[in-house]
T-cell receptor, first 114, second 113 residues
Framework: AAGVIQSPRHLIKEKRETATLKCYPI?????VYWYQQGPGQDPQFLIS???????DKGSIPDRFSAQQFSDYHSELNMSSLELGDSALYFC?????????????FGSGTRLTVV | GQQLNQSPQSMFIQEGEDVSMNCTSS?????WLWYKQEPGEGPVLLIA?????ELTSNGRLTAQFGITRKDSFLNISASIPSDVGIYFC?????????????FGKGTLLTVNP
């Protein structure tokens, strides 16, 4: 079965650079969520989109922005990168009306800021 | 905000032993979820609980939704080396058609063969 695809899997950036993370949801899933997981931490919700509109916002820095496109894929744009942005970034997708049971995570993008 | 208190933080057990971990909160939830995460991978849903008092099994895994709706536990019976990983409890913050999850801090399970 198709899963949530994230790219790239690994990314190394220098401080103050920008990064773009991509997420391709499971086909027909209309909702995308982004989470950040620091080393040894639990995943923290950043932002979500439903039918291409932002549906909820968590602890996402102002330096980050995201959007969901017409094909439902989503991109997380991160600017002025800081060392503390080094983390695993997960995307998850679901069908809006299936709730948490239909929530599937991708394998994540490991971002390292040096 | 809502917090999930998960314990223990880590467990070191021998293969074949049973394991128990739990999550508590001061908030009431309508859903409790248990995920497993392996190194470098995203969390994978193990069990979803939707009703207070519900007891659900998935193979050697059993989870219960507490009667007060403020807690849940996960049991793993007859552990095997591939059970190694981090186990997270999670609960959604809101109803409707969109759900953001709050996670516990995780339980790191190590199984010695």
């Amino acid at each position: 079965a198709a899963g949530v695809i994230q790219s790239p899997r690994h990314l190394i950036k220098e401080k103050r650079e920008t990064a773009t993370l991509k997420c391709y949801p499971i086909p027909r899933h209309d909702t995308v969520y982004w989470y950040q997981q620091g080393p040894g931490q639990d995943p923290q919700f950043l932002i979500s989109f439903y039918e291409k509109m932002q549906s909820d916002k968590g602890s996402i820095p102002d330096r980050f922005s995201a959007q969901q496109f017409s094909d439902y894929h989503s991109e997380l744009n991160m600017s002025s990168l800081e060392l503390g942005d080094s983390a695993l970034y997960f995307c998850a997708s679901s069908l809006g009306d299936r709730g948490p049971y239909g929530y599937t995570f991708g394998s994540g993008t490991r971002l390292t800021v040096v | 905000g809502q917090q999930l208190n998960q314990s223990p933080q880590s467990m070191f057990i021998q293969e074949g032993e049973d394991v128990s971990m739990n999550c508590t909160s001061s908030s009431i939830f309508n859903t409790w979820l248990w995920y497993k995460q392996e190194p470098g991978e995203g969390p994978v849903l193990l069990i979803a609980l939707y009703k207070a008092g519900e007891l659900t099994s998935n193979g050697r895994l059993t989870a219960q939704f507490g009667i007060t709706r403020k807690d849940s536990f996960l049991n793993i019976s007859a552990s095997i080396p591939s059970d190694v990983g981090i186990y997270f409890c999670a609960a959604p913050n809101s109803g409707g058609s969109n759900y953001k999850l709050t996670f516990g801090k995780g339980t790191l399970l190590t199984v010695n063969p």
